[in-house]
């Protein structure tokens, strides 16, 4: 199983930005889900290994995905945060099927949380 080390949330105010990175030595895609309280998981955003992006409905607009394969790293940059960002951000690494459904996906490790105050 592959480990996942999510790391970059904060204590932010809205209309800041975040970079949230992910360790993950995969040849897979990775994806990022967040969980705020109370809420299902949701589909953030997910790239290939050779860098294809995919964004659901939020992170469009305002976050950015990105690799870097030499450092094994994922990254998730956040701009212009708003309140209801806030949540647990996980990273997870996909293992075939729906690229939005976190039922695709082996979460390997803790993630980082992320809270925006108003």
């Known amino acids: 199983q592959v480990r996942l080390v999510a790391s970059g949330g904060g204590l932010v105010r809205e209309g800041d930005s975040l970079r949230l990175s992910c360790a993950a030595s995969?040849?897979?895609?990775v994806g990022w889900f967040r969980q705020a309280p109370g809420q299902k998981r949701e589909f953030v955003a997910a790239?290939?290994?050779?860098?294809?992006?995919f964004y659901g409905d939020s992170g469009k607009g305002r976050f950015t995905i990105a690799r870097d394969n030499a450092k094994n790293t994922v990254y998730l940059q956040m701009n212009s945060l708003k309140s209801e960002d806030t949540a647990v951000y996980y990273c997870?690494?996909?293992?075939?099927?729906?690229?939005?459904?976190?039922?695709?996906?082996?979460?390997g490790g803790q993630g980082t949380q992320v809270t925006v105050s108003s």
């Open positions: 997870a690494v996909n293992r075939g099927g729906t690229i939005v459904s976190d039922r695709s996906y082996d979460f």
């Open positions: 995969t040849l897979a895609t």
């Open positions: 790239i290939s290994y050779s860098g294809d992006p």
